[in-house]
């Protein structure tokens, strides 16, 4: 199992970014599927992830300006970021969760203006 994550980049707060995970394979096999986020000197953090079934979980930090979705004819999800803020800015990676977990590589998003 490969994840590709990208998408990341530097944005002005109040601006979007939409992030996207490619799996090697149909992501229907996996659990679920979810972004995670580490600032430096902080501890990595669940964003958002969604299940098999398409349920959908949020941290309370990025309700209502994140959104995540799936794309099934390409294999991927995505994390849609609007009215970013500069707390924000992390290292964002993709993680697929089957028997095992399968993390993406990380891609940086910076919010600044």
């Known amino acids: 199992v490969q994840l590709q994550a990208s998408g990341g980049g530097l944005v002005q707060p109040g601006g979007s970014l939409r992030l996207s995970c490619a799996a090697s394979?149909?992501?229907?096999?996996?659990?679920?599927m979810g972004w995670y986020r580490q600032a430096p000197g902080k501890p990595r953090e669940l964003v958002a992830h969604?299940?098999?079934?398409?349920?959908?979980y949020y941290a309370d930090s990025v309700k209502g300006r994140f959104s995540i979705s799936r794309d099934i004819a390409k294999n991927t999800v995505n994390l849609q970021m609007n009215n970013l803020k500069p707390e924000d800015t992390a290292v964002y990676c993709c993680?697929?969760?089957?028997?095992?977990?399968?993390w993406g590589q990380g891609t940086l998003v910076t919010v600044s203006s």
């Open positions: 993680k697929a969760t089957m028997t095992s977990d399968y």
């Open positions: 394979g149909n992501i229907f096999v996996f659990n679920d």
């Open positions: 969604i299940t098999r079934a398409g349920s959908r």
